[in-house]
Nanobody, 123 residues
Framework: QVQLVESGGGSVQVGGSLRLSCAASGNSDSRCMGWFRQAPGKEREGVAVIYSDSGITYYAESVKGRFTISQDNAKNTLYLQMNSLKPEDTARYYC?????????????????WGKGTLGTISS
């Protein structure tokens, strides 16, 4: 069993930055870890994913060039650096670990999910 706990959410103004963290504990053979988000009244969408062995990353088109996913294996922690934030980035951000994520996030197979952390961007 794997536990994922997100932190780092908050309220910032347009153009600001947030750095999300996801602390992982427990035994895991997950091939990848990623960030997903869900805005009020909208479906959950993929944001960024990183494959642990290769370091390959995928980003949603809406965040490319603004968000960076990284991981510190020694600390069992996943990060999401979010810069140049926009009001449409307002959402609850979830950390997930699992088997695979399609490059465009249309399908994925993730086994473990955190409870999320809220990011609010105001103009």
């Amino acid at each position: 069993q794997v536990q994922l706990v997100e932190s780092g959410g908050g309220s910032v103004q347009v153009g600001g930055s947030l750095r999300l963290s996801c602390a992982a504990s427990g035994n895991s053979d997950s091939r990848c870890m990623g960030w997903f988000r869900q805005a009020p009244g909208k479906e959950r969408e993929g944001v960024a994913v990183i494959y642990s062995d290769s370091g390959i990353t995928y980003y949603a088109e809406s965040v490319k060039g603004r968000f960076t996913i990284s991981q510190d294996n020694a600390k069992n922690t996943l990060y999401l650096q979010m810069n140049s934030l926009k009001p449409e980035d307002t959402a609850r951000y979830y950390c997930a670990a699992g088997r695979w994520v399609r490059f465009d996030f249309r399908t994925y197979d993730m086994d473990y999910w955190g409870k999320g952390t809220l990011g609010t961007i105001s103009s």
